[in-house]
């Protein structure tokens, strides 16, 4: 079978979209690394660790009002030419953050580094797509997705290891190098590819009228945010409850990021073959698990169990939610494909938010483990309610 001039087998995926894969790990060790430098910035800022999580916050936000203001505005534009001006933007913003003097300043160099992030990952989703048959989408989607999977496997342990030897700074240097050279390998690797014709800003928003497009984005919100009320607060969290040093945290990291290398292509395969049944059950064992972690963190070796389970569930709803959204939108593939990322950042945004908003009230830690489940809870119902409209959809077809 060909794709686009170019051979494919079932047992192996393009090379360009490891390049995608590559700027992924990018953009995921940027954004997932704060999280385990927390306690160092806040030190060194003289703010609170609640507001130093707002620094997630701000990132997420940044993807939100990035992601379809970007898209929109650069319809037209030749693929490899945007991706490669994302990753400049990119690495511009984890410069600023590197010599950033004060907290506000990190704040906006957070926010611009963050304007990438979701067109990028819309636009490079729609690339792997096209670049494999129909029944291989959500396995491309899911290869390019490893690149956030080995960011916190390797970025996000690296990284805080690094900032806690030489200082969260250093940190965000070697965020910049990374990004460089993942716009090198996009340079060698993608071919230019036009963009998909268009009638326009107006004729993507009539795509956007669908009931189940925006069921998608709900589940998406609600789904994944749910893991971010826990993992924005998750050093101190290792730190107080379960009584970890903080070298021990970049372990404990590691063995989180192990856990998501290993969902991310389960999720795929998973999707491949039953889409929504498969969301819906990832989405029911993610729920349950960070409830149980109430419980488990003040167990060490319960923690280091929780934290790979916890991973693999988490990361396997990324190719189902990515893939679900592309299907629900056919005619707006790329602005729905980043308005998806879009909402696994208000989603995390809201989890930041939520997080923080319990410790300042005074709430023990599992009390996060009860927010995040029950949000994660409400992604599952609108999943429970997509695939009805679905159902619904194809009888009336039928």
Partial sequence: MTINGAPTARTA????????TAAAFAI???????????????????????????????YALGVVVGAPILTLGTLRFERKSLLLSLM???IAGNVIAAIAPSYEILMIARVVAALCHGTFFGVGAVVAASLVPSDR??????????????????GVPGGTAIGQMFGWRATFWCVSAI???????????????????????????????????????????????????ILTFIAPILRDATGMSPDTVAIALLVFGAGLTLGNPVGGRLADRALMPSLIAILAVLSALQLVFGWAMFHLAATYVFLFCWGVAA?????????????ASPAAPALASSLNIAAFNL?????AFIGGGLIDRGFALPA????????????LALALAGSRLDLSAKRRAG
């Fill in 13 to 20: 995926l393009p090379i360009q979209i490891y390049a995608l």
């Fill in 28 to 58: 995921g060790t940027t954004e997932f690394v704060i999280m385990g430098l927390l306690p160092e910035i806040a030190a060194d800022l003289q703010v609170s660790i609640p507001s130093a999580g707002l620094l997630v916050a701000g």
């Fill in 88 to 90: 400049g933007l990119f």
């Fill in 137 to 154: 989408q959500a396995s491309a989607i899911a290869l390019m997705f490893t690149g956030l999977a080995l960011a916190n496997i390797l």
């Fill in 179 to 229: 990004g460089a050279a993942a716009a090198i390998a996009i340079a060698f690797l993608i071919r230019p590819m036009q963009a998909p014709p268009t009638a326009g800003i107006a004729s993507e928003f009539v795509a956007l009228r669908s009931a189940s497009l925006w069921l998608a984005l709900g589940t998406t919100v609600f789904g994944f945010g749910g893991v971010f009320v």
């Fill in 315 to 327: 990361f396997a709803t990324i190719a189902p939610l990515q893939t679900r959204v592309v299907h």
């Fill in 347 to 351: 989603g995390n945004a809201c989890g």
């Fill in 368 to 379: 996060l483990t009860v927010a995040g489940a029950a949000m994660t809870a409400c992604g």
